[in-house]
């Protein structure tokens, strides 16, 4: 079984900065692609950077030069550094992860492993 946690949320004021951290854990052989995702009450879920095991990053519009991706693909685990943050950043923030994990002494590919977020909340 994977098990994927987020940590970090909480209330942040408007200008200020907050790290969100996801470990990963269970049987995996490796990350492949580790994501965060946010939704804000009322709106869809929606991509805010994602982060491939050979250091591509993406990012939305909305967070480029105000969000960095990281992660340590030894430990399984990864960060989401935020600063500037406006009222809209607002959001219950989701790690995802595409990996390989070990099932009977196979590999095989898994996608869509989600934790359960955490919350953001950006007010004065």
């Known amino acids: 079984q994977v098990q994927i946690v987020e940590s970090g949320g909480g209330l942040v004021r408007p200008g200020g900065s907050l790290k969100l951290s996801c470990a990963a854990s269970?049987?995996?052989?490796?990350?492949?692609?580790m994501s965060w995702f946010r939704q804000a009450p009322g709106n869809q879920r929606e991509l805010v950077a994602s982060?491939?095991?050979?250091?591509?990053?993406n990012y939305a519009e909305s967070v480029k030069g105000r969000f960095t991706i990281s992660r340590d693909n030894a430990k399984n685990t990864g960060n989401l550094q935020m600063n500037s943050l406006k009222p809209e950043d607002t959001a219950v923030y989701y790690c995802?992860?595409?990996?390989?994990?070990?099932?009977?002494?196979?590999?095989?590919?898994?996608?869509?492993?989600w934790g359960n977020g955490t919350l953001v909340t950006v007010s004065s």
């Open positions: 995802n992860a595409d990996l390989y994990y070990i099932d009977a002494d196979q590999i095989k590919r898994g996608k869509d492993y």
């Open positions: 269970g049987n995996i052989f490796s990350l492949y692609i």
């Open positions: 982060m491939t095991s050979d250091g591509i990053r």
